[in-house]
């Protein structure tokens, strides 16, 4: 149990440095708004794909022998190797002097353009996820199905998570930063439309919903924080994101 202990909070450390970072590389690297949202939406959606990629192998593994599901983490591997080819492609924006002297300007009350997205982050998260944790419960609650169904429950959120993410540069390009009050809307009207309409449709009806609003105002989230926050700050703004 304590080398599992151990592993998770190593992970959960090397996942929260490695999301900062790259969200200040993305940011670094794509000084338009527009563009950095579509890069943001591009990165979201593959860690959705890739994440669901990976969730089948391990799963394909351990049906073998389950100390083969473990070996899968060496596709860790290829992430440092990409790194350490792609990353310095990609060299830090100089500001201009008179873009210093702009941001300097907005350096005082960052944070009260901070906090309501902030705010709106833990609330929605709280209550989705709080949802999410006992779907495997509602599934046998409600004798929809077994263990089959709330894996493809969880795979239908992903491909839709990973295609709304994947077309939200235009998603964000229309709406701007009235993108989120839908997703809001919709996240809700997944979750009742599985709690009122109890089958395996309206489950997967949900899944598909969930999915894709979440993907989206995920995104917004991270592409938002680094916009009401000086340019000095977003390493700052996305930490407190993350966290």
């Known amino acids: 149990i304590l080398l599992i202990a151990c592993a998770c909070f190593n992970g959960g450390l090397c996942y929260g440095m490695c999301s900062v970072s790259i969200v200040g590389i993305i940011t670094d690297c794509f000084t338009d708004e527009e563009q950095r949202g579509s890069v943001m939406g591009w990165y979201n959606g593959a860690m959705a794909l890739v994440g669901a990629v990976l969730s089948f192998a391990y799963g394909m593994a351990a049906t073998v022998r ?34 210093k002297a702009e941001k300097v300007k907005g350096e005082k009350g960052w944070a009260k353009r901070l906090i309501p997205l902030v705010i709106a982050f833990f609330l929605t998260s709280f209550a989705a996820m709080s949802i999410m944790t006992f779907i495997d419960l509602f599934v046998t609650g409600n004798n ?68 894709a609003s979440w993907g989206t105002v995920y995104t917004y989230w991270f592409v938002r924080a680094t916009v009401v926050v000086p340019e000095s700050m977003v390493g700052t703004a996305t930490g407190i994101i993350t966290t």
Request: glycine content about 6%.
């Open 66 to 99: 389950w100390e083969l599901a473990s070996q899968v983490n060496w596709a860790s591997a290829l992430v440092v190797i990409l790194a350490i080819i792609f990353i310095p492609a990609c060299p830090p924006r100089a500001a201009a002097p008179e873009e």
């Open 144 to 211: 929809l199905g077994d263990a089959a169904l709330t894996g493809t429950f969880g795979s239908v959120q992903t491909i839709a998570s990973f295609i709304a993410c994947t077309f939200f540069g235009q998603l964000y390009k229309k709406f701007g930063n009235r993108l989120s009050i839908p997703c809001y809307f919709l996240i809700a009207l997944a979750f009742l439309l599985m709690y009122l309409f109890p089958s395996k449709a309206t489950l997967l009806l949900g899944a598909a919903i969930f999915g």
